[in-house]
């Protein structure tokens, strides 16, 4: 077996083993974290041929959808968030949008904002649910199975109406609202959550047409408004996750719509940040003062660019997208270094990724084996002897 792929296997051997998917360990779920690894698992059941690792994919699927689906055992409420019965919202377990997974639970109405303590506490975020979003519609491309599809388009509609608000011209979003989006709890928008809902959207609705899927909902409106509070002008950022988010935008989008004008925005906001981030950048401290899944995020953003096919952006687009590619493309190295770096045992006995253990081993799983994050579909053929064949790539 490849080196990089047995890493891989023993980060998700014992991610699955700690956070009770494979063992007795109490359920720790979190939804940023199992959205990457379900993608992982699909990637290493390629990899490997080993269709165990498939089986641990849907059933992650399914254990995030049965616990941050519902209510906390601490919470008075009970059931699914969706408030549907039990039969009805196990059909369609992301109606009610998904928890984030932490371990405090959300502020009460009426309790006073810490900023702080706002971090360790349960609500939703859009940008996760994006996340999640991402990974049923890999899954459905990779297994072709139409229902994942269809659960990740429900989840786009129901945090589409719940986190965008205002008139025509007006729109705007919310940050974080409460378990059962009924109320904000941060009220400011994020800096990319537009643009992860556009390009998203964008993605499960070339993957429904792909799969010929009459049931995935109709993303039209969403994909209006998310594109319409995109700010073209106000993309760039030096923060290394936020930059590797871009860098997954601008190559997820080039996938879909190869003549979006937006690409060019996105590429360029990309060099910018890169240049501000290297130059005051934290990549030379001990590793104590560097956080690894927010560097990995990164790495993963500059494995995407290399894909992007310039030659096709450049028909539409114009050369200087061609330029803007080729100059990313010679940023790859940087994030095999930010990869080779947290390989090494040394830099994960650090406080700093031991305290973040499971996002941040998932992140390095996905840096190493990352087709399944960032590939159209399987190979035809590819897969675990049981697995269904894959989809073709939407065009």
């Given at each position: 077996m490849d080196a990089r792929v047995a890493e891989a296997a023993e980060l998700m051997t014992r991610f699955a083993e700690r956070t009770g998917l494979t063992s007795d360990a109490p359920g720790r779920r979190y939804l940023w974290t199992d959205a990457f690894a379900v993608c992982n698992f699909l990637s290493l059941a390629h990899a490997t041929r080993d269709g165990a690792y498939h089986e641990l994919g849907l059933r992650l699927v399914d254990r995030v959808h049965d616990e941050l689906g519902r209510h906390r055992a601490d919470d008075r409420r009970r059931g699914w968030l969706s408030g549907l019965p039990d039969a009805e919202a196990r059909a369609h377990p992301t109606r009610g949008g998904l928890r984030i997974g932490k371990p405090l639970p959300e502020r009460s109405e009426g309790e006073r904002l810490d900023p702080d303590l706002e971090w360790d506490?349960?609500?939703?975020?859009?940008?996760?649910?994006?996340?999640?979003?991402?990974?049923?519609?890999?899954?459905?491309?990779?297994?072709?199975d139409v229902r994942l599809n269809v659960w990740a388009c429900e989840l786009a509609v129901t945090a589409h109406r719940a986190f965008v608000h205002g008139g025509a011209g007006r729109k705007r979003m919310v940050w974080k609202l409460s378990v059962d989006l009924s109320r904000p709890l941060v009220p400011s928008m994020g800096h990319h959550d537009p643009l992860d809902g556009f390009v998203t959207c964008k993605r499960l609705e070339a993957t429904a047409r792909a799969l010929g899927s009459a049931a995935s909902p109709d993303l039209t409106s969403a994909i209006a408004d998310f594109g319409g509070m995109i700010d073209e002008a106000a993309l760039a950022t030096d923060d290394p996750l936020g930059l590797g988010g871009l860098l997954l935008d601008a190559y997820r989008l080039s996938e879909v719509d190869a003549e979006s004008e937006l690409i060019r925005h996105l590429l360029d906001a990309s060099v910018v940040g890169?240049?501000?981030?290297?130059?005051?950048?934290?990549?030379?401290?001990?590793?104590?003062?560097?956080?690894?899944?927010?560097?990995?995020?990164?790495?993963?953003?500059?494995?995407?660019?290399?894909?992007?096919?310039?030659?096709?952006?450049?028909?539409?687009?114009?050369?200087?997208?061609?330029?803007?590619?080729?100059?990313?493309?010679?940023?790859?190295?940087?994030?095999?270094?930010?990869?080779?770096?947290?390989?090494?045992?040394?830099?994960?006995?650090?406080?700093t990724w031991v305290e973040h253990q499971d996002i941040?081993?998932?992140?390095?799983?996905?840096?190493?084996?990352?087709?399944?994050?960032?590939?159209?579909?399987?190979?035809?053929?590819?897969?675990?002897?049981?697995?269904?064949?894959?989809?073709?790539?939407?065009?």
């Open positions: 506490r349960d609500g939703q975020y859009f940008h996760y649910l994006t996340k999640w979003m991402h990974a049923l519609d890999q899954a459905a491309r990779w297994t072709g890169l240049h501000a981030y290297v130059s005051a950048s934290t990549l030379r401290a001990p590793a104590y003062r560097r956080l690894g899944f927010r560097e990995l995020g990164l790495a993963l953003g500059l494995a995407a660019a290399s894909r992007i096919d310039g030659s096709v952006l450049v028909e539409s687009l114009g050369a200087g997208v061609r330029d803007r590619v080729r100059e990313l493309q010679r940023w790859a190295a940087l994030g095999a270094a930010i990869a080779s770096y947290w390989l090494g045992r040394d830099p994960r006995r650090a406080p941040s081993d998932v992140m390095l799983a996905t840096c190493l084996v990352p087709d399944g994050f960032l590939a159209l579909g399987e190979p035809r053929g590819a897969g675990p002897a049981d697995a269904p064949a894959a989809p073709p790539p939407a065009p």
